[in-house]
């Protein structure tokens, strides 16, 4: 079908979050969540090239901490690169680095651990077929659009969706998408309202409630609860090696 390429932007800071160290490089169970991701995606068959963003001045630790102690497979090349101050500048460089043989491009976050191959395979198909899907899951509470503290707005619940990673484009479409985003100075909060703004339809492909992305200190413990279930309520997996911690002061 051709090459299937991945962007998973890790080069998030985590400040919202609190604490020093970004929630991609923390441990769960053992291991980093962003192994997890990237063990995910690159054990799925679906991927067979992989662009990781880290925020600069952590590739070399990303190499040593993050792929060579797991057991990654070595058929799929992993290129890391330096990503920028926010989300889109990030995937923008890791679309940069994209080969042109990229027929399709799956974006998927660092801080998404639990992607299942069933949930990439159906994104990655519907992407296929309608050139830009995402994953999103119905709205499950009522969401008020307020403005200085009084609703203005309730929009109805049976159309809103939750949008989610993976999100994935035909390739000369989100290359197109962020490079008039960058040209026009445009700012979206996912990659799919890139292609939107193009007067493209992109489809909607159904989530996973369990897919979540961690950001909180609240959504590591779910992590842990998700985890602990689907592993057994043991002592997780030993770290492979020593695990130096990053953190952005200290690089
Ligand atoms: O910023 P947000 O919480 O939406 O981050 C989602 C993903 O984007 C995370 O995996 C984070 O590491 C990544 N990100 C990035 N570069 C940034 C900011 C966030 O790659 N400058």
Redesign the pocket.
């Known amino acids: 079908m051709g090459n299937v390429t991945a962007i998973v932007?890790?080069?998030?800071l985590g400040r919202r979050a609190g604490g020093d160290v970004?929630k991609?490089f923390l441990l769960l169970r053992g291991m980093p969540i962003l192994t997890r991701t990237l063990l995910h995606l690159t054990t799925s068959g679906l991927i067979d090239a992989l662009i990781l963003?880290v925020p600069p001045g952590a590739e070399e630790w990303c190499l040593t901490q993050i792929l060579a102690p797991y057991p990654l497979p070595a058929t799929i090349e992993i290129e890391i690169v330096p990503?920028?101050?926010?989300?889109q500048?990030?995937v923008f460089r890791g679309l940069e680095r994209a080969s042109e043989d990229a027929r399709l491009v799956v974006i998927h976050?660092?801080?998404r651990p639990f992607v299942s191959s069933d949930l990439l395979r159906r994104t990655v198909e519907a992407a296929w077929s309608f050139r830009a899907a995402v994953a999103a899951v119905p709205a499950v509470e009522t969401v008020k659009m307020v403005e200085s503290g009084f609703v203005r707005e309730t929009p109805s619940r049976d159309r809103l969706w939750i949008a989610q990673t993976p999100q994935a484009f035909h390739g000369d479409l989100i290359q197109e998408a962020y490079r008039r985003a960058a040209a026009d100075g445009f700012r979206g909060t996912d990659d799919a309202m890139l292609v939107e703004r193009l007067g493209v339809k992109v489809r909607v492909v159904p989530g996973d409630p369990e897919n979540i992305?961690i950001?909180t200190a609240e959504d590591l413990e779910r992590a842990e609860v998700i985890l602990s279930r689907r592993e057994g309520a043991g002592c997780g997996s030993a770290s492979a090696t020593t695990f130096i911690p990053w953190s952005p002061a200290a690089h």
């Open positions: 932007p890790a080069g998030g970004p991609q963003v990503g920028g101050v926010e989300r500048e990030s976050d660092a801080v992305k950001t």
